[in-house]
């Protein structure tokens, strides 16, 4: 039997870690582009690498990128794979204000570029497409909870580039035969998330501060209310959907939200902190009553200037036709999150008794 090939774009990320491991354990080869950087950017699958000099190695790493055209043709011709999971992007909403065009190529353009690859190529048949959508896209929310079909809203470069690319793939499903699925995945984090988003940050943030690493934390928008599940629970929705007779889009949620201010209290309670909120708007504070000290603060500038208030999703259709279900609870997501960082701030503290530096960053 053929052993199943799937090429992974964003491989070192959240979402393409747990997914190539994912695969690798359901016996397939997996390929993954990352870019190239002058420093290593592999962290998240180390743990998966195999030596190139290693005969019938299962995971293959391809130095590559969504802007570079030329680049995946040749990627995607050489591999002839049967999967394609476009996890890739630039992924920082706030980011993207800052970037605008760089994230419209990457984000939009560049999931044209793939399809187009498979198309060129003429593996409509044999290659199967799934892009990682967002539930950004509704942005300005139209109705509550938010399903496949409510209208979309975007309200930030990222969102208008992930809703160009959304539609490209029902584009190119209609117009090609392309087995091509969109998967709006709503908030899903992991101790692997990048700690610029705002729940690692959290969890990062009140581990250094239990240890006397770090004095406070500053955040936005505490009342933001978002739909948040587990990474791993996630990637396995993504290749569910590419293992269905005839391909659909689905929103990918748990049902249930909370706002950053919940996911703040859950937190710290989990390293045995309580925090007690005082003042209003910019001028808010959260207060830890065994030491009168804000631990919690509020920065303007992680203000958006165009704010998404809230995001829940409905899964029902995902539940219906795909047999999925989320395993694990929000709960013991941020006890998972919470305990991995305060495990790296341990290490932080041991280096900096031993008398040397342990970078701290806040942004």
């Known amino acids: ?81 049967h999967e394609i999971y476009n996890l890739g992007a630039q992924s920082h909403v706030q980011v993207s204000f800052d970037s605008p065009e760089y994230t419209a190529n990457t984000d939009g353009l560049g999931t044209l570029r793939i399809l187009e690859a498979i198309r060129i190529l ?46 490209i793939t029902v584009n190119y499903r209609e117009a090609y035969g392309i087995y091509a699925c969109n998967g709006i995945l709503f908030n899903h984090e992991s101790p692997l998330r990048g700690e610029t988003f705002v729940t690692r940050k959290i969890t990062r943030a009140l581990a250094r501060i239990k240890l006397g690493l770090q004095d406070c934390l500053y955040l936005g928008n505490l009342d933001a209310k978002r739909d948040w599940g587990h990474a791993r629970d996630y990637v396995e929705m993504q290749w569910l959907m590419l293992q269905q007779e005839q391909p659909d889009d689905y929103v990918i949620a748990t049902g249930v939200q909370f706002s950053v201010r919940q996911f703040v209290e859950i937190a710290a309670a989990e390293v045995g902190l309580t925090i007690a909120w005082s003042g209003s708007g910019v001028e808010e504070k ?25 995001l829940l ?30 495990h790296l701030a341990e290490r932080d503290a041991l280096i900096k008794q031993a008398g040397y530096k342990a970078f701290d960053y806040f942004e």
């Not at 016996?27 to 190239?36: A, D, F």
């Open 1 to 81: 039997m053929t052993r199943k090939r799937a090429l992974i774009t964003g491989v070192t990320g959240q979402d393409g870690a747990y997914l190539a491991e994912f695969l690798l354990d359901k016996g397939y080869e997996v390929h993954g582009i990352k870019r190239r950087a002058s420093l290593f950017n592999t962290d998240r699958i180390d743990h998966l690498y195999e030596d190139p000099h290693v005969d019938d190695r299962r995971f293959i790493l391809h130095y590559g990128d969504l802007t570079d055209s030329t680049n995946l043709i040749r990627i995607v011709q050489q591999i002839q794979p």
């Open 122 to 167: 003429g593996l409509e048949q044999q290659t199967r497409f799934y892009q990682a959508s967002t539930s950004e896209l509704y942005g300005l929310v139209q109705e509550i909870p938010q399903t496949e079909t409510t209208p979309f809203y975007p309200r930030s470069p990222y969102a208008v580039a992930k809703l160009y690319a959304y539609w």
């Open 286 to 310: 959260g207060i830890n009553p065994a030491t009168g000290q804000a631990i919690v603060a509020i920065d303007p500038r992680y203000f958006r200037p165009t704010e998404v208030e809230t």
């Open 313 to 342: 999703g409905d899964p029902s259709k995902a539940k219906r036709q795909l047999g999925w279900e989320p395993r694990i609870s929000f709960e013991q997501l941020v006890s998972e999150m919470m305990r991995e960082d305060l």
